[in-house]
């Protein structure tokens, strides 16, 4: 007797169903990466300028952190249920909730970044004539941009975990074939969707973190050839200064 199928046996790890059911997983893939991406990267856009303002205007600093921190706290399901007369049972609705929950842990990453640059790289590019706005591009932003970048990868992480819960308008990616499955407990499918989310947020943290090291490779160059940074902005003050 020939054996049974695992699909019929309903087995947790089974061949079959990756190969019956591939382009099924691969269109939820993309809608997950899709939904997850353009979350972030608007959640970014918006954090940005939330940040400036709370580092260069200190009375905003507190009504800007404490409005991120509550919206944070807001369940998925109310979050979306608020949303939902605005953008409908759409991809929009997914990814304002998710630009929503990452604000709290961009903002505050970002503005901790701007808050670590050392007071004398400011007054050295304010000495040779920086205006506030070219400060902040070539001084302050990419000074701050391990603790930016940090921000990033967590934001991405969470948001990959988080864009399953969009299942509940048919907008959650992997998430959809979660919830498909749960009601038969279709295990393969369970346990496929499921590695698939964890091996996307591992593989977006490693992107994000290979990307970090190229753009700040001040920060793993070897010790005994690096000049500390700030005995050069010392140097460059003092230059400035006598001149």
Known sequence: MSE?????????????????R??????????HVGITVASVLIGLAVALPLAVLARRHRRFAGPVLGLTTILYTV???????????????????????????????LVRNIL?????????????ARGMGYGPWRMLWEVELPLSLPALMAGVRIATVS??????????????????LIEDALPTFFKAQVLAASVLCVLLALAADLL??????VL????????????????????????VEAG
Not at 80 to 96: E, R
Not at 208 to 213: E, G, I, K, M, P
């Open 75 to 105: 369940p998925s399901l109310a979050m979306f249920s608020l949303l939902l007369p605005l953008f409908g049972l759409s991809s929009a609705l997914v990814v304002t909730g998710l630009v929503l929950y990452s604000l709290t842990i």
């Open 159 to 176: 948001t990959v975990a988080l864009t399953t819960v969009g299942a509940i308008v048919g907008r959650g990616g992997l998430g959809n």
């Open 22 to 31: 591939s382009q099924e997983l691969t269109d939820a893939t993309l809608q």
């Open 112 to 124: 901790a970044g701007l808050e670590a640059v050392p007071e004398e790289a400011r007054e050295a």
């Open 4 to 20: 049974q199928s695992c699909l019929v046996t309903n087995d947790w790890i089974c061949g079959e169903y990756l190969r019956s």
């Open 208 to 213: 994000l973190l290979a990307l970090q090291r």
């Open 216 to 239: 700040t490779p001040w920060t793993r160059a070897p010790r005994a050839r690096r000049e500390p940074f700030r005995d050069r902005i010392r140097k460059t003050s003092a230059a």
